[in-house]
Structure formats: structure tokens, C-alpha cells
């Protein structure tokens, strides 16, 4: 009939409704959103969650008396006088502290992902930056020596002189990938 027998401080706490006025008027199909109490009896009579009469860890949103949805877990039985249902009982535990933690949990896990990505980056750009200063120093101190031992036409200085801007200016970009490095080590 959905009188309500037992009720306690917490289920005051979830449902927003006093224990006296709960025990004397509450409906307990008003603490379900439409519909919902019929599924809850449907699945108390089958045999999904640990046989007829029986409904273990079920996930179901309750309301509060401000109409706010709170998750809940809902344990419950039937009580049975021979084998007619006289009543139910049930257990709701309170889902909100648990999901909000889930919630942030995941937030720290896409954080930590981030944090491993950048690592990866920054040993990637100094082995990038590594593979790139040895050769760059070689092209740069040829470069540089044969501007000074030799003779050349002032074209070939030109050339010379912007492979060695450009060379200057690759080591400046390794140079930034190193201090990329040094960033993201310390994140």
C-alpha cells in the first residue's frame, strides 16, 4: 500500500521529509520518480539480482522532497507471510559523496595521462634536441673554418655566411626544445 513503518535520521537526510511526518502521510512510491517503483518491483519478483524477493546493489535515482534526484544503491527485500508480500524493506545508500569522488578521480587520472604525455614529450625533444646539436656543431665549425682558410668569391662567402645564420638559427630552435625539456621535468 506504500505506508512507510521505518524510517531513520538518514533517510531524513536523503529524502528531506521528518521522521513523524514520514511514519504518519508518506506514499513511499513519492520518493520515486514516475514509474520507477514499478520498475524496483519488478526487479524485487525476478530472478536478476540474487533471486525472487531479493534485490542487491541497485543503481536508481530517488527523489528528494525539493524534487531533486539523488542516486542512490538500493538492498532490498521482499517480506513475505507464507508466500504472500506483505511488505518490503529497503537499504539506500547514497551514491552523491561516491560519484563526486569518482568524478574527480577520473579529473586526476586525464591529469596524470597529460602529465605522463609531457614527459614523453620532453625525452622526445632532447633526444630530438641531441640527435640535431651534433650535426648543427659540425656544420657550424666547417663552416666557420672554411671562411677563414680560404680564399672565396664573395658569392660563395654570401652562401656560406647564410648557412651559417640558419645553422645559428636551428641551434636556437634546439636550444628551446632543451629548455622544453627542463619544463616539463619539473611538472
Known amino acids: 500500500k506504500g505506508k512507510v513503518i521505518i524510517y ?18 508518506l506514499d513511499i512510491r513519492a520518493i520515486y520518480p514516475a514509474g520507477v517503483e514499478r520498475e524496483v518491483m519488478r526487479q524485487l ?16 535515482d530517488v527523489l528528494h522532497r525539493d524534487g531533486t534526484r ?3 544503491n538500493l538492498n532490498a527485500a521482499i517480506v513475505y507471510e507464507g508466500d504472500r508480500e506483505v511488505a518490503t524493506i529497503g537499504f539506500f545508500h547514497d551514491m ?10 577520473e579529473k586526476v587520472q586525464v591529469q ?20 640535431l646539436n651534433n650535426p648543427l656543431g659540425g656544420v657550424t665549425l666547417y663552416t666557420r673554418l672554411v671562411l ?25 630552435t634546439v636550444k628551446e626544445l632543451l629548455e622544453f625539456t627542463r619544463q616539463t621535468r619539473h611538472l
Open 8 to 25: 531513520n535520521d538518514t533517510a531524513e537526510e536523503i529524502f528531506g521529509y521528518g521522521v513523524q511526518e514520514a511514519l504518519a502521510t
Open 96 to 105: 552523491r559523496e561516491t560519484l563526486h569522488m569518482n568524478k574527480v578521480l
Open 45 to 60: 519478483r525476478s530472478e536478476a539480482h540474487g533471486g525472487p524477493g531479493k534485490l542487491r546493489s541497485y543503481l536508481v
Open 148 to 172: 677563414e682558410d680560404y680564399e672565396l668569391p664573395a658569392g660563395a662567402r654570401d652562401d656560406l655566411g647564410r648557412v651559417l645564420r640558419d645553422a645559428e638559427r636551428c641551434r636556437e
Open 70 to 72: 539523488i542516486p542512490i
Open 112 to 131: 596524470l595521462m597529460q602529465s605522463e604525455k609531457m614527459a614523453s614529450l620532453g625525452k622526445l625533444a632532447a633526444g630530438v634536441a641531441h640527435q
